[in-house]
């Protein structure tokens, strides 16, 4: 194993700094906040300047292997969740439980409430339509994930407003025993920060930064049948995205949305 720069090697310094220390954290068994050594004692330790360190070290976080924390110093990173919820029509709960992790919701309020202006518009219903109106913030292996405000017409699901949603997928429960069968779905992802109050339920600090899941999804008739608006804690999550590309046909523009 190497154990230090191998400077008749054509592979950059910051390279092999890099594997370098991907096997220190292997080998010491650090884990999700262990505290790694700062720039300069990097440095020393290897005979490399400051400029190969930095390089090294800025990899290993884009990759969401280390943390930098300003004024702290610099961390084994905790994993994100990666979540197929932009191309597929699975929620949290199915993306969470596929990669062997627990997922807990916190319902905050389930009732049925008038449909505003955006839900109206979202779900295809008059301004005022009741709907039922459910906040969850949601936990993966105990520790808060996202902020989750969904509705539903409630003539799709009546009795919803009973149902215990604390550890059970919304969409398996609306197909097994309403009948409501998602089948199409729009989705959007963007970003922003946190304010105060969702700063608290998310356990960050103010201004950290959040992604914001919006979807409206489809039943077999083609009318909608949930929305959802959805926080996730941009230290945790990533979205995955597979792509393909289509000869023939005129291609579809990308889409940017401003205001």
Do not use: N
């Not at 310094?13 to 884990?31: A, M, T």
């Not at 070290?57 to 004024?71: C, D, F, N, P, S």
């Not at 994993?79 to 932009?86: D, F, M």
């Amino acid at each position: 194993m190497q154990t230090g720069i191998d400077r008749s090697s054509p592979l950059p310094f910051y390279h092999q700094l890099k594997q370098l220390l991907l096997g220190d954290i292997e080998q010491r068994g650090l884990g999700p906040g262990d505290r790694l050594p700062g720039d300069h004692e990097l440095c020393a330790t290897y005979d490399v300047s400051r400029t190969v360190v930095r390089q090294a070290l800025a990899e290993l976080e884009t990759e969401g292997v280390i943390e930098r924390i300003k004024g702290r110093g610099t961390f084994v990173a905790h994993p994100k969740t990666a979540e197929g919820l932009v191309q597929s029509l699975t929620g949290l709960y199915e993306d969470v439980a596929a990669r062997g992790g627990h997922l807990r919701s916190e319902v905050r309020s389930l009732e049925v409430t008038p449909a505003d202006a955006q839900v109206a518009d979202d779900l295809d219903v008059p301004v005022g339509h009741p709907v039922i109106t459910i906040e969850r913030l949601r936990f993966v292996d105990e520790e808060p994930w996202v902020l989750t405000i969904t509705h539903v017409p409630e003539e799709l699901a009546p009795g919803l407003v009973d149902e215990d949603l604390s550890h059970q997928s919304l969409y398996a429960l609306l197909e097994s025993k309403y009948g409501v069968r998602l089948v199409h779905g729009r989705r959007s992802v963007e970003a922003t920060v946190a304010g105060a109050s969702l700063a608290r339920s998310l356990g960050v600090s103010r201004g950290a930064p959040v992604l914001v899941l919006r979807s409206t999804s489809e039943g077999q008739d083609g009318r909608p049948v949930e929305s959802f608006v959805a926080f996730h804690r941009g230290d945790r999550s990533r979205f995955e995205v597979e792509l393909s590309r289509h000869t023939g046909g005129a291609p579809r523009p990308l889409m940017i949305v401003t205001g």
